[in-house]
């Protein structure tokens, strides 16, 4: 199994960036994935997630209307588009790959997002 994060890396405040997470090694379309992030000294929060079917969205508060989560069941892939960038989003973000029905859990290595002028 495999999550393998990219698109990480330093922007200015109100910036955009795409993160991708490209899966292999399970079944991606029967999994709901999930972006997280952590920043220094801070424990890990959820930044949005994806249901694996019907594609149902959930964004943290501080993540609505800026940051849009996507999937691609062809490709494997989930997306987390950032917009209006601001420098408390500076974290290294992490997808996370959740079975309902098996309760398996996979984690990426994370991508390091900074912002910063």
């Known amino acids: 199994v495999q999550l393998v994060e990219s698109g990480g890396g330093l922007v200015q405040p109100g910036g955009s960036l795409r993160l991708s997470c490209a899966a292999s090694?399970?079944?991606?379309?029967?999994?709901?994935m999930s972006w997280y992030r952590q920043a220094p000294g801070k424990e890990r929060e959820l930044v949005a997630a994806?249901?694996?079917?019907?594609?149902?969205?959930n964004y943290a508060d501080s993540m609505k209307g800026r940051f849009t989560i996507s999937r691609d069941n062809t490709k494997n892939t989930v997306y987390l588009q950032m917009n209006r960038l601001k420098p408390e989003d500076t974290a290294v973000y992490y997808c996370n790959a959740y079975s309902r029905w098996s309760a398996r859990d996979y984690w990426g290595q994370g991508t390091q997002v900074t912002v910063s002028s």
């Open positions: 090694g399970f079944t991606f379309s029967r999994y709901d």
């Open positions: 994806i249901m694996s079917a019907g594609g149902l969205t």
